[in-house]
């Protein structure tokens, strides 16, 4: 799902595009007029949301830039196995700002962040992993994880295999990963 | 192949490093001294070569940078298939500079540029795909190509299916891509 209002729409593409600008990456008008706001249905995109560019998402591999406003997140999900195939895996390249990713492991005292408001048991993992400019992780399949951008707010390069976000399961059981 | 003498891989590893910056990349140390800087056993590494920066490359996924100095050429190669398994299929996105892609098809007549100095046979398709910063191009598995730097040099992002460099089939035949 993605923001409504077609003048908010503008002015989160027009936002995204200026910290893509900002840290160098240089998008086509087609890309930013295309790219997505996902806000999980919660409809508090600059608190959890994620807006999207996806350059390429075929049957085999995907490659997207994640833009992410100060302090927003990408809600706790995993991604299932599919007809059979293992789920989605994922790198995450941080290109500008720094994000706190948290994923399968024992929690980290003292982290960095708390997640947005949300009902009871929407977060469940802790366990941090801080990518700074340059740093990256890989998810593996059908494992939890979230993470948040730093008060800078992020790019990240999303490096994966392919892109089935209908497929996602969220903890927070209010959010069905639907495209408009 | 890589290029040998240690001082000439130090001076090409900073000079690649130093347009990776230029182009707001940022790169880890690690990930400088791990560059691969292939010349395809041609011992032109200016002419006909890549410097590489391989962020991931697992049995499903991969994605590279390619740093690539004024008129630089990767040279005319396939992506066979490999134990059954389609070949490599990628996608070339221009991060900075401009580069002339070849592809199969007709030959564009008054192309922007030449191979290289070769031996008759080692360049055969010239169909021109120029992309521009921001634009990008995705390969046919088992496809024929090519591509060359603009004056000013590029820096290439290459995301694709598991990368298999050893496979690949050079239309020249001086060229073996083994690894060192």
């Not at 927003?72 to 995993?78: L, S, V």
């Not at 390069?157 to 990963?177: K, L, W």
Request: aromatic letters at 8%.
């Amino acid at each position: 799902m993605i923001v409504q209002a077609k003048q908010q729409q503008q002015e989160y593409r027009d936002r995204a595009a200026e910290m893509l600008a900002a840290a160098g990456i240089v998008v086509t008008g087609r890309e930013k007029a295309a790219m997505e706001l996902a806000d999980f249905g919660l409809d508090e995109f600059e608190a959890t949301g994620l807006a999207i560019v996806v350059y390429e998402n075929n049957d085999r591999y995907c490659a997207k830039e994640l833009v992410m406003f100060p302090g927003m997140t990408c809600p706790e999900h995993r991604h299932p196995a599919i007809n059979g195939r293992s789920g989605k895996m994922e790198t995450f390249r941080c290109r500008s700002g720094e994000v706190y990713l948290y994923v399968d492991g024992p929690a980290t005292p003292g982290r960095k962040t708390d997640p947005p408001a949300a009902p009871g048991g929407a977060y469940t993992i802790f366990h941090e992993v801080v990518l700074l400019t340059g740093d990256q992780y890989t998810i593996a399949p059908d494992t939890k994880h979230w993470f948040k951008a730093g008060p800078g707010g992020a790019i990240v390069s999303e490096f994966s295999s392919t892109s089935c976000d209908e497929a996602d399961i969220f903890t927070d059981t209010r959010i069905q990963r639907v495209p408009d």
